[in-house]
């Protein structure tokens, strides 16, 4: 503790010398700043809130300003730090509106890429509609082909058939024309034969 007394004394007999020079170094080692701000007493958590509690705002924002800034505004008159708050504010609404606008174009550059996505979507979708018409009409065309070529092969094993038996009863008309000419043959005499 003595240490922080030694560079806030250190800094207020600067800041009254040198008129609160902030590129000054003090002759004493600096002591650390705090690592945690606190709101009622109790340090902030990552449970803590800026946005929805504003103990927590005015305690992160007040925790925000050096034990150095708290000594270079002291020495400031009025005007000054009314117009030096004011440029803290200017900058700050000048962040927020440049972090808006990146936002902004951010979105915008999403809403161009979900609509490319949804085109995208469209026409893979009418791609696949297509591709289903498609198949539909080649398996409706593979079932007229099976039914023609099992209409064709059963139309050939019955003409083959057909053809078979035709054959058949073709070959016992040959055998029965055949024996009836041998008989006729047994039944002739012997001609004499002519010199």
């Known amino acids: 503790m003595s240490n922080i007394f030694k560079v806030l004394k250190a800094l207020t007999m600067s800041s009254s010398s040198s008129n609160a020079n902030p590129n000054h170094v003090p002759a004493v080692e600096p002591v650390v700043w705090r690592t945690t701000f606190e709101v009622n007493g ?14 927590t705002a ?19 008159i009025d005007i000054e730090a009314v117009n030096q708050s004011l440029a803290l504010s200017i900058r700050a609404t000048s962040s927020l509106v440049n972090v808006a606008e990146r936002i902004h174009a951010r979105r915008l550059e999403l809403n161009t890429q979900v609509l490319d996505l949804h085109h995208q979507i469209k026409n893979l979708r009418n791609r696949l509609r297509d591709e289903r018409r498609h198949r539909n009409n ?58």
């Open 42 to 55: 109790r340090p902030v958590t990552i449970e803590d809130t800026v946005m929805d509690n504003e103990d």
């Open 138 to 195: 080649l398996e409706r065309r593979n079932q007229e082909l099976n039914a023609r070529v099992d209409f064709w092969r059963d139309y050939v094993n019955t003409r083959h058939l057909e053809f078979e038996e035709e054959m058949e009863h073709m070959h016992k008309q040959f055998e029965e024309f055949r024996g009836m000419i041998d008989h006729q043959d047994e039944n002739i005499p012997n001609r004499p034969r002519t010199v």
């Open 58 to 76: 005015i305690a992160v924002a007040r925790d925000m300003i050096l034990p150095r800034d708290e000594i270079m505004l002291a020495a400031r």
